[in-house]
């Protein structure tokens, strides 16, 4: 009699959450099936695919974001093992990090598919031995593509992704699905059950709550969008969203380009081209985020390339500013305050009016959102329609001004022509990271010299083999302004550019 007593008084204790891990509805079993599909196919999947095929001409730095929201989705952590088709037998199982990385690796950065049979899943409803309940999703996986030396690939395996969860007595409802492993299987285990239509029509009657994410976000942006793209349109441009088009490019601006890449090449199959890839296409997307009151508000334009006319403005604000603290990003940049301040400057000290002499420079990244990682090589070149003198001035994150070119001659025969800048020399990207500015000026004649003495507020002075000059940015422009007919016409351009550390592992 006490036993009984005893255990009726330990149910009791442990209360609903551990009487529903041992049984549920009929009811309650498709919820549980169709929360952990949708996890598996819009966390997981959706992630996966812009990590391994529509990003893959990102460098890996610049998808870290993109794997950080990729885990924090859809996985318990980032410890979690998953069955890495590259590794041998021995070493099958990987975290998804290493998985990410082998699939560029072996693809030799070219787009891999993985692709799942979501409408044939099969469900497992199990508890552990501690009790706590998680379901089986049984799929079939493949992945497709080229490799490392040009053969095709193809893996095909029976997958079972292992999805724990919790039961809230105050909500009724299951949450927290989370991937706790993905494992290659032989067979459909006996006891696994499928969703049929009927069960799905059924659930929707029951919407399952999902939060607001960015891929949502942004879907919202691209059914706008492509409704007011011509049909038969293969490719379009587009730049990096900024938070306040401050043009400073961290892992929120990150996460936003590969995932509204994705979102035009699933939903509208439009082919989104970087900035970087110097690629002409009709029509180009460009925007910006900032906060609105609680929420991220989105704003997205499409321009006519030739025009640069804005064609069509959306906006999306549905977004929750908690969101962010969620996947660990920072709305405003760190340096965001000091760029600002800066861009103010150089507005009042570098004029964009033209005049009858004219310059453009070019990064191989192009103009707009130019990003280099470090390691990467950079190449400037100078359009000029006359002939004419060049001064570069290259200001780096750490407010160090280096002298590029002093006076490098645009020659007859090579006005409104891309004439490379020092071709024998290279510029490497490396410390100081941050954000970093090229300011051009071209004179028809001659500059002035610029003084060496140390004394002058304004001075050039040797270190490594770089012309450093020193003294304060306004007095320095002045200084580099100066030729030697203070009538001569002078021309003036500039870049902001981005340099980013790889990160170290």
């Known amino acids: 009699m006490r036993l009984s007593l005893y255990i009726l008084l330990l149910l009791?204790?442990?209360?609903?959450?551990?009487?529903?891990?041992?049984?549920?509805?009929?009811?309650?079993?498709?919820?549980?099936?169709?929360?952990?599909?949708?996890?598996?196919?819009?966390?997981?999947?959706?992630?996966?695919?812009i990590l391994t095929n529509y990003e893959v001409n990102q460098p890996f730095e610049a998808l870290q974001g993109q794997l950080n929201g990729l885990i924090k989705d859809a996985f318990l952590n980032r410890d979690v093992l998953i069955f890495n088709e590259f590794r041998t037998a021995v070493r099958a199982y990987t975290s998804v990090e290493e998985y990410i990385k082998d699939c560029r690796i072996?693809?030799?950065?070219?787009?891999?598919?993985?692709?799942?049979?979501?409408?044939?899943?099969h469900y497992d409803i199990q508890k552990t031995k501690d009790g706590e309940p998680y379901v089986n999703v049984y799929l079939d996986k493949q992945l497709k593509g080229i490799d490392l030396h040009g053969t095709k690939l193809h893996y095909q395996n029976l997958t079972e992704f292992r999805v724990h969860f919790t039961y809230s007595k105050a909500a009724e409802t299951?949450?927290?699905?989370k991937i706790t492993g993905i494992s290659k299987v032989d067979k459909w285990p006996t006891s696994a059950f499928i969703l049929t239509n009927q069960d799905l029509k059924a659930t929707d009657e029951e919407p399952v709550e999902q939060p607001m994410d960015l891929l949502t976000a942004l879907s919202s942006l691209t059914n706008n969008i492509k409704q007011q793209i011509p049909d038969k349109t293969a490719k379009l441009t587009l730049a990096a969203f900024t938070y306040n088009?401050?043009?400073?490019?961290?892992?929120?601006?990150?996460?936003?380009?590969?995932?509204?890449?994705?979102?035009?090449q699933k939903q509208a199959k439009i082919e989104a081209v970087s900035t970087a890839q110097?690629?002409?296409?009709?029509?180009?997307?460009?925007?910006?985020?900032?906060?609105?009151?609680?929420?991220?508000?989105?704003?997205?334009?499409?321009?006519?390339?030739?025009?640069?006319?804005?064609?069509?403005?959306?906006?999306?604000?549905?977004?929750?500013?908690?969101?962010?603290?969620?996947?660990?990003?920072?709305l405003k940049p760190v340096t965001y305050q000091q760029v600002v301040a800066i861009q103010d400057t150089l507005k009042q000290l570098v004029p964009e009016a033209k005049t009858s002499l004219t310059i453009e420079v070019n990064t191989d990244r192009g103009r707009s959102g130019v990003e280099y990682w470090e390691g990467q090589q950079m190449r400037?070149?100078?359009?000029?329609?006359?002939?004419?003198?060049?001064?570069?001035?290259?200001?780096?994150?750490?407010?160090?001004?280096?002298?590029?070119?002093?006076?490098?001659?645009?020659?007859?025969?090579?006005?409104?022509?891309?004439?490379?800048?020092?071709?024998?020399?290279?510029?490497?990207?490396?410390?100081?990271?941050?954000?970093?500015?090229l300011l051009a000026y071209a004179s028809e004649v001659p500059f002035c010299p610029i003084p060496t003495d140390s004394k002058k507020k304004v001075h050039m002075r040797e270190e490594d083999g770089y012309k450093i000059i020193e003294g304060p940015l306004s007095a320095?422009?002045?200084?580099?302004?100066?030729?030697?007919?203070?009538?001569?016409?002078?021309?003036?351009?500039?870049?902001q550019i981005t340099t980013r550390a790889t990160a170290k592992r």
């Open 380 to 437: 400037i070149e100078v359009v000029a329609n006359r002939p004419c003198y060049l001064r570069l001035l290259y200001r780096l994150a750490d407010g160090t001004h280096t002298l590029l070119e002093n006076d490098f001659e645009i020659k007859p025969g090579q006005e409104n022509k891309p004439v490379r800048i020092s071709p024998q020399s290279t510029f490497v990207c490396s410390a100081p990271f941050g954000t970093e500015y």
């Open 106 to 121: 072996f693809s030799g950065g070219k787009p891999l598919e993985n692709s799942l049979n979501i409408d044939d899943a």
């Open 278 to 330: 110097s690629m002409e296409t009709p029509l180009y997307i460009r925007g910006y985020y900032q906060e609105d009151i609680n929420n991220l508000r989105l704003v997205a334009e499409l321009l006519d390339s030739k025009t640069n006319k804005v064609l069509v403005k959306y906006e999306n604000m549905e977004l929750p500013l908690t969101w962010l603290d969620q996947q660990g990003l920072r």
């Open 174 to 177: 299951f949450l927290n699905f």
């Open 245 to 264: 088009s401050c043009g400073i490019n961290d892992e929120l601006s990150d996460r936003i380009y590969a995932t509204f890449s994705s979102c035009l």
């Open 12 to 49: 009791l204790s442990i209360g609903t959450s551990y009487i529903k891990a041992q049984s549920y509805t009929q009811t309650e079993k498709n919820k549980i099936a169709k929360t952990a599909r949708q996890l598996i196919h819009d966390k997981y999947l959706a992630n996966v695919e």
């Open 476 to 495: 320095i422009i002045a200084t580099l302004k100066c030729n030697q007919k203070q009538q001569e016409t002078l021309a003036v351009d500039k870049l």
